[in-house]
């Protein structure tokens, strides 16, 4: 896949576009709770804000209260009670509009953390073999926080700002006349446009950190993920070379930020200091000739300084919201992407009557350069078995993802009991199909839950009787956990056997009308082997197989054998019929007998050499 932070569609879609993708979830149509909490919370960011622009008032009555000599003294104290109860009524709104908005706010991250967890497991296999999964992470874990910060700062941080300041230019203008208000907009203005420049001129630089970023992590995660890898080619050294580069260009990028961060910084304060003394000094004139009581020039200075706060972290809330977008950006890139294997709108599910599996004239490729099937046809009959073996990169394990539909074909057509797979709904048709895969990957929890994946709802005496047919019972009740044992990242805490005997166990548990073997037995030593092989011989009567084999001896039996090479069928026939043909098939038995007399020599000689010593 292309990288989702440079996708065309993230390029040509502005701020003002993501953040329009973003509102729906802010007021669901499903919800009417929750729109009605986005009502009320938007009720109490203005009684905030009104609250807000009267506390000076109180402030000036006090002021001018007792700044003459002959006030009663319960005056001033009267105003200065109102003070306080105004602060907390001010405070108690804005904690009010947050704590109604919080279920909205977690609601909204939540259904597109899942929107997005969903299409990803739509999308093809495609992008998942080409994805990056550290920084696809990363993708996502940024983009959720990025929309907390969008919600956090634009709805209370810019929005009460902007309400704040108009409240207090109409109070300033009614009271003091326009000048005041000038200099005091002049200020606003300067400050906000110097904020926006300096900080769209340095959003470059956090987008280069998110990119070094991304690309360290990946790196990290891939590094750890093949730890084996690394540990049998001595490339500890190596490893953290390249994952020190990527941090180096990270800190680059960081020390350049710091450094306009700055810059943006003494900016802010300059416009600020100067426009307080503009209007300071415009109080002050007001103040020396009568038309102002010091009481107004305490107003208007508790006015400035009010502002002053949320204006001071302009330029944090700005970068923290265009850095929230760009996140968000690279999150909404990923829900861009093209699911590549799509059901038909309406298509209904898989009917399966007695599981016919049937390839007609199947042409497939994975890139247009290089054709991988060419002109595929066989059928397995209901109940039968079917083999395919071939040399590698044949095309054999293609076909299991194409029956799977991971794949669309480009021409022929793949059938169940007459359905094309096209025209039925994937899930229906994954429901209908069991498979043990060459490369099992199992999920870093228990040995139980393992198996039960098969069949979520399955009782443990399921389990456990799928685990018996599957020949792991006995190993997994001589664990000091039984069943619920972990098994480790991608179950490294199994051998290669066991791992492969989760799997049979599993796929044993869903009962599927239609059974598929990848190399099913490939990673099992022969006594192993030949337990199974009899288990999967008896969940396969009555049932559709289909088998990719390396080992010939384990296809013996089938019904029928398709040998597969580079892409078309060039043999198919039973196991004697094919041996008498004296081809390709013959040919393979013959080097697989010969290697497997090699190593029974090789074995003895060893044996002989033991007990000579």
């Known amino acids: 896949m292309s990288d989702p932070r440079k996708s065309a569609a993230a390029d040509k879609r502005s701020g003002w576009q993501t953040v329009k993708l973003f509102l729906p979830y802010l007021w669901p149509r499903d919800r009417a709770d929750l729109r009605r909490r986005v009502l009320l919370a938007v009720g109490f960011l203005v009684l905030a804000k009104i609250a807000n622009v009267i506390v000076p008032y109180f402030y000036k009555a006090a002021v001018d209260a007792l700044s003459v000599k002959a006030t009663v003294v319960t005056v001033p104290i009267l105003m200065i009670i109102a003070y306080g109860l105004a602060r907390v009524g001010a405070q108690g709104f804005a ?291 079917v083999a395919i073996v071939g040399p590698s990169g044949a095309g054999k394990s293609t076909i299991s993802r194409i029956l799977f539909r991971f794949y669309d074909i480009e021409a022929g057509r793949v059938s169940i009991d007459g359905q094309d797979i096209r025209e039925v709904s994937q899930e229906s048709l994954r429901r209908a199909i069991g498979i043990v895969p060459q490369d099992t990957v199992l999920f870093n929890d228990t040995i139980r839950y393992n198996i039960r994946y098969g069949r979520p709802g399955a009782t443990d005496e399921e389990v456990e009787a799928a685990a018996r047919l599957a020949r792991i019972h006995d190993f997994v009740v001589s664990l000091p956990d039984g069943y619920d044992s972990m098994v480790g990242e991608r179950g490294l805490k199994l051998s290669g056997g066991e791992k492969q005997r989760v799997a049979i166990a599993r796929t044993i548990l869903k009962n599927p009308p239609i059974l598929l073997l990848d190399e099913a037995t490939s990673a099992l030593d022969t006594q192993t082997e030949k337990e199974i092989q009899a288990s999967l011989k008896e969940i396969s009567r009555d049932r559709t197989a289909i088998v990719i084999a390396h080992r010939l001896s384990t296809v013996v039996d089938a019904d029928e054998i398709l040998v597969l090479d580079k892409g078309r069928i060039v043999e198919r026939g039973t196991h004697e019929a094919l041996l008498d043909l004296g081809g390709q098939y013959a040919g393979m038995w013959q080097r697989q007998l010969e290697a497997v007399e090699a190593e029974a020599k090789l074995a003895e000689a060893k044996l002989a050499e033991t007990r000579g010593a």
């Open 95 to 385: 904690e009010l509009r947050d704590s109604i908005f919080a279920r909205v706010g977690q609601f909204a991250v939540r259904r597109l953390g899942l929107s997005t967890f969903e299409h990803l497991h739509r999308l093809s296999l495609r992008f998942h073999v080409e994805r990056r999964t550290g920084g696809l992470n990363r993708v996502i874990e940024r983009g959720t926080k990025g929309i907390d910060l969008l919600l956090r700062f634009t709805l209370f941080n810019i929005a009460p700002t902007i309400l704040e300041i108009g409240f207090v230019l109409i109070l300033l203008a009614t009271g003091f006349g326009w000048p005041m208000v000038a200099v005091m907009m002049a200020t606003i203005v300067a400050y906000i446009g110097f904020t926006f420049l300096v900080s769209e001129w340095r959003i470059k630089y956090r987008r280069t950190m998110n990119d070094q970023d991304t690309d360290a992590n990946t790196k990290a995660v891939d590094s750890l993920l093949n730890y084996e890898t690394v540990k049998y080619f001595s490339n500890e050294g190596h490893e953290a070379r390249r994952f020190d580069r990527a941090l180096q260009a990270y800190e680059q990028a960081a020390v350049k930020s710091q450094t306009t961060l700055s810059v943006l910084n003494a900016g802010q304060s300059l416009i600020m200091a100067a426009g307080l003394a503009g209007v300071m000094y415009l109080a002050g004139r007001g103040v020396a000739d009568g038309s102002m009581t010091v009481g107004d020039f305490v107003l208007v200075n508790t006015f400035l300084i009010q502002l002053y706060i949320p204006l001071n972290m302009l330029g944090f809330v700005y970068r923290e919201i265009k850095q929230g977008i760009i996140d968000m950006e690279a999150m909404f890139a990923v829900l861009d992407v093209e699911e590549e294997v799509k059901d038909r709108p309406g298509a209904p599910a898989l009917t399966v009557a007695g599981g016919e599996v049937r390839f007609e004239d199947v042409d497939f490729r994975y890139d247009a350069r290089r054709g991988i099937l060419k002109g595929v046809s066989f059928t397995v009959a209901p109940g039968s078995t």
